[in-house]
């Protein structure tokens, strides 16, 4: 797997930050068509390797099933006509899925660097800690094995 250079992933956090970090998460179903559903995203170092990925957090039970069953997605990103697209293999990292590298006390400070990379803020940590949990959110990290946009456009 090839890394994308710096700068394809520096365009990435430039159009996300143009719309709140909302993007479109597409997952691929058991019979074969897709599963599409509207998150926030950014970009994060990964917890093991330290390089960077696109973050979500999800409990959506259509996308973990999809991404448990094939752990692979497709974000994109868009502000205005520009838009970008980030594909790859995914690792979840979450109550009901563990990943090896990660202690299991480590989720609660993985999600809520996830939550700030996607551009948001909570006044009270501890109840955001305490949702995640009831709810038994998880990590989604794309790691950016390919990375592609429409050419420039102004309307």
Same mark, same amino acid.
């Given at each position: 797997?090839?890394?994308?250079? @710096?700068? *394809?992933?520096?365009?990435? /956090?430039?159009?996300?930050?143009?719309?709140?970090?909302?993007?479109?998460?597409?997952?691929? !179903?058991?019979?074969?068509? +897709?599963? @599409? @559903?509207?998150?926030?995203?950014?970009?994060? =170092?990964?917890?093991? @390797?330290?390089?960077?990925?696109?973050?979500?957090?999800?409990?959506?039970? *259509?996308?973990? *099933?999809?991404? $448990? %069953? $094939?752990? $692979?997605?497709?974000? +994109?990103? !868009?502000?205005?006509?520009?838009?970008?697209?980030?594909?790859?293999?995914?690792?979840? +990292?979450?109550?009901?899925? %563990?990943? =090896?590298?990660?202690?299991?006390? =480590?989720?609660?400070?993985?999600? #809520?660097?996830?939550?700030?990379?996607?551009?948001?803020?909570?006044?009270?940590?501890?109840?955001?800690?305490?949702?995640?949990?009831?709810?038994? $959110?998880? *990590?989604?990290?794309?790691?950016?094995? #390919?990375?592609?946009?429409?050419? /420039? %456009?102004?309307?």
């Amino acid at each position: 797997m090839s890394r994308p250079r @710096s700068d *394809a992933l520096a365009a990435v /956090e430039e159009i996300a930050a143009g719309d709140h970090h909302l993007a479109v998460v597409s997952t691929v !179903r058991t019979d074969g068509t +897709v599963q @599409s @559903s509207v998150v926030n995203a950014g970009i994060l =170092a990964h917890p093991v @390797s330290g390089l960077p990925v696109v973050g979500f957090v999800t409990y959506g039970r *259509a996308k973990l *099933a999809n991404l $448990r %069953r $094939r752990p $692979r997605a497709t974000v +994109v990103f !868009r502000a205005g006509w520009r838009w970008i697209a980030v594909e790859g293999p995914c690792d979840l +990292v979450g109550p009901d899925d %563990r990943l =090896a590298g990660v202690d299991p006390s =480590a989720l609660p400070p993985l999600l #809520r660097t996830v939550f700030r990379a996607a551009g948001g803020q909570h006044d009270d940590w501890d109840e955001y800690d305490r949702v995640m949990a009831e709810q038994r $959110r998880t *990590a989604v990290l794309v790691h950016p094995e #390919r990375v592609y946009s429409n050419p /420039e %456009r102004s309307s």
